[in-house]
């Protein structure tokens, strides 16, 4: 297994539980994934922590106590830590090791497993949980290597404390990452704090506090019809329903828009989607929303200059994800926070002391790159994985993925992936989907070694066809008209292609339930002498498997 983050510990423990040995090799020197190395300040989760959570063990979920409504990242990365010892998994888990290369032994019937230490393990099943943000996008800005001061990343935030007090410190980007970042440090008694910004993200507050014990009583007693209730949902949260009366977003009055807007607003986070669910769907109502939140900026933002500058116009609400924070354009009243806009005054280099953008040099002793990742297939990708054949999963995905269920490739036996390209992945809840992914996946594995099956992989028609219906039902959306990470936009060359099954995460599991308990037509299972197992039904694809359609998005 590749990766000790949230599917990783959890595909371990499940796998121990059915009695198949696993190793866990993980890159990171600590586990938790994201949560491990996403430590930057201000780091937080915008699910609320008693959703973000693991299901999979009542014990667990009863005795686990979270302190705020939405999860910092030190508690998250504790939180998963205990989990490791709780089921006495750490022996299983071999840290500071990174998969380089893994072929596949057809003669065999194994995966040679090579890491960057040297070592090899040979693995009848390779369970790829490598996450859907962990290949970091640098950007290419000339003179980077050459900053003098201290240059950090947020997304491989150094272990050791960092230290703010009196420092002129930059920021570029400001996506989640980099918007958080500057929300915390603004708080630090820095000397001052330059945010250089490309595009503005849309930035709804969290409404954070202290969880309430009544609050924690409460959704404990219920947390099983919750949970039931968030795994058929399109993105896989619990969404409390808000009732808000009958009319489109785009057709109700202004005077009812604004009153819809306002409950959003006061309940922050998620609400917006809750609200107003056909945002993601109908430009005329997105348009209606983020008028809305534009608006909202120029409430808090004293300088007008500023608030237009940190007003997005240029992508659809939700096309990015939403930035869920408290207090983010109020820093921008503070006279040691600056925004600088980098499509006015593009970054021309950064030298030993600065950034100098086309019209001004900015003197920085700590500049911090917040730019994001390669995501959904970044991971997949950076190991040099060959296949049946010797094809590589690199010339395979030359032209984008092409997976099926976003769990299996064809050409490479054996290999099942969580939350990657393909499924829900980085466009639903991820843990949701992870105790979903891994619950699949160990299911088809213990089927394989009760009916004696050497090889699985997904036959290419299913995998052709699967990918058919991912770009159908995205073409319903609003998510494939801008240039985004969802779509690879942000890594150069990588292929135009939408990462995400948008069907929703209920029906998703829908799909793959009906492929489970039909014999897993669509893959080809192989005994050991090459006979074929065949499945009890036959593949009839996703509409006729689960014709429902569900458009949540969010
Ligand atoms: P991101 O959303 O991809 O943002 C990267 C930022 O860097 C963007 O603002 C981008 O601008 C900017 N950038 C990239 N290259 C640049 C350059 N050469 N010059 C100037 N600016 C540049 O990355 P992220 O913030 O790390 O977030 C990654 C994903 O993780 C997102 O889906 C995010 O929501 C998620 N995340 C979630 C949480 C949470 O749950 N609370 C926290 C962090 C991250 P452009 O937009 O113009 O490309």
């Known amino acids: 297994m590749v990766g000790a983050g949230i599917a990783g510990i959890f595909m371990l423990h499940r796998l121990r539980q059915l009695g198949i040995p696993a190793t866990v090799l993980e890159k990171g020197a600590g586990v938790g994934g994201t949560w491990f190395w996403n430590r930057y300040p201000g780091a937080q989760c915008d699910v609320p922590s008693m959703q973000y959570s693991y299901s999979f063990d009542e014990g667990l979920q009863q005795e686990w106590e979270w302190s705020q409504h939405h999860a910092r990242q030190p508690e998250i990365e504790t939180y998963l830590n205990q989990v490791v010892d709780r089921f006495q998994l750490r022996d299983g888990i071999r840290l500071n090791t990174t998969v380089e290369r893994m072929t596949w032994q057809g003669e065999e019937g194994h995966w040679l497993v090579e890491t960057d230490d040297g070592a090899q393990f040979r693995a009848g099943q390779c369970v790829m949980a490598t996450g859907g943000y962990h290949t970091w996008v640098v950007p290419d800005i000339r003179g980077l290597g050459r900053f003098g001061g201290e240059l950090l990343y947020t997304n491989h935030w150094p272990l050791e404390p960092v230290l703010f007090g009196g420092k002129r410190i930059g920021i570029i980007g400001t996506g989640s990452s980099g918007v958080q970042t500057a929300t915390a440090l603004a708080k630090e008694p820095i000397e001052s704090l330059h945010v250089f910004q490309r595009s503005p993200s849309y930035v709804v507050p969290s409404r954070d506090r202290t969880l309430d014990a009544e609050y924690v009583r409460d959704y404990k007693a219920t947390y099983a019809e919750r949970r039931a209730r968030a795994r058929r949902t399109g993105y896989g949260t619990d969404v409390v329903p808000i009732p808000v009366g009958e009319g489109t977003t785009a057709e109700v009055s202004d005077e009812e828009f604004l009153r819809r807007a306002a409950i959003a607003w006061d309940l922050g986070g998620g609400a917006m989607g809750t609200v107003f669910p056909d945002f993601l769907v109908d430009a005329a109502a997105n348009r209606r929303v983020t008028e809305f939140l534009r608006g909202k900026i120029r409430e808090i933002v004293r300088d007008p200059v500023v608030a237009e500058r940190l007003s997005a116009r240029d992508h659809f609400l939700g096309a990015k994800r939403i930035v869920i924070v408290d207090g983010y354009f109020e820093i921008y009243n503070q006279p040691n926070v600056h925004l600088v806009d980098v499509r006015e005054s593009p970054i021309k280099e950064i030298t030993e002391t600065a950034v100098r953008t086309s019209d001004t040099e900015y003197p920085l002793d700590m500049l911090i790159m917040a730019t994001g990742f390669d995501s959904a297939t970044g991971a997949m990708l950076a190991i040099d994985v060959v296949g049946e054949g010797g094809r590589t999963l690199r010339e395979s995905w030359a032209g984008g993925h092409q997976t099926f269920l976003g769990i299996g490739v064809p050409g490479f036996p054996?290999?099942?992936?969580?939350?990657?390209?393909?499924?829900?992945?980085?466009?639903?809840?991820?843990?949701?989907?992870?105790?979903?992914?891994?619950?699949?996946?160990?299911?088809?594995?213990?089927?394989?070694?009760?009916?004696?099956?050497?090889?699985?992989?997904?036959?290419?028609?299913?995998?052709t066809q699967w990918m058919e219906h991912l770009l159908e039902v995205a073409a319903t959306t609003l998510l494939t008209v801008d240039d985004t990470q969802y779509l690879g936009s942000n890594v150069p060359g990588k292929p135009r292609l939408v990462t995400s099954y948008l069907g929703g995460v209920g029906r998703y599991r829908d799909i793959c339930d009906r492929v489970a308990a039909s014999g897993y037509p669509g893959w080809i299972l192989q005994r050991r002498d090459g006979s074929a197992v065949a499945p009890s039904r036959e593949w009839e694809g996703p509409v006729a498997a689960v014709p429902e359609r569900v458009a949540n998005v969010i």
């Open 414 to 463: 054996n290999m099942y992936m969580i939350n990657a390209a393909g499924s829900p992945g980085i466009r639903s809840h991820m843990m949701v989907q992870a105790e979903h992914h891994v619950e699949w996946i160990s299911d088809l594995i213990l089927h394989q070694r009760e009916h004696d099956i050497a090889s699985v992989q997904p036959s290419e028609a299913a995998a």
